[in-house]
């Protein structure tokens, strides 16, 4: 009888073929909601792998610090190099070696900021761990778009 119901058009067949009808729709819908959940959980995923990560390399803790400490030294040396040559240019008296001096402190200023990259990673592990993956892509962005 049921098959003669739906041939026929019963309300039982029409309930049941709007619900199959509203879960094929509903499932074909990824709603802001849906979206903004699934987000949430994929950070807490990455939360959970940067906390398994750093508790599965802690041997290697001593040889982060000596790398982000020389990374950092460099960068802050070519810094100080740069703002002291850019200091120093306007009082030499000699224009061309005033202008070699100056391209000199450019030169070193421009691989300061080629590291900017570098350090940008290194503030970011020690001191914003959870928001590593907005900083990672910002990072390697400008490592991409510079010449080392």
């Known amino acids: 009888m ?8 019963a309300p039982e067949a029409m309930t049941e073929v709007v619900k199959a009808a509203t879960s094929g729709m509903d499932a ?17 995923e990455a939360r959970k792998m940067i906390v398994s990560w750093m508790d599965s390399t802690q041997g290697q803790n001593l040889a982060r610090r000596l790398l982000a400490l020389i990374i950092t030294s460099v960068w802050l040396a070519q810094y100080a ?3 002291i040559g850019d200091m120093i240019e306007p009082w030499l008296t000699d224009p061309e070696f005033a202008g070699r001096f100056g391209a000199s402190a450019n030169a070193i200023a421009e691989r300061a900021e080629g590291m900017n990259g570098a ?5 970011g592990f020690y001191f914003a761990a959870p928001h590593m993956s ?9 490592f991409s778009s510079r010449r080392g």
């Open 134 to 142: 907005d900083i990672v892509g910002t990072a390697l962005g400008r």
């Open 28 to 44: 074909l819908v990824y709603t802001d909601e849906e979206r903004a959940g699934d987000a949430a959980a994929d950070r807490t």
């Open 2 to 9: 049921s098959f003669i119901g739906r041939l026929l058009g």
């Open 119 to 123: 350090m940008m990673l290194i503030l």
């Open 81 to 83: 190099a740069s703002l």
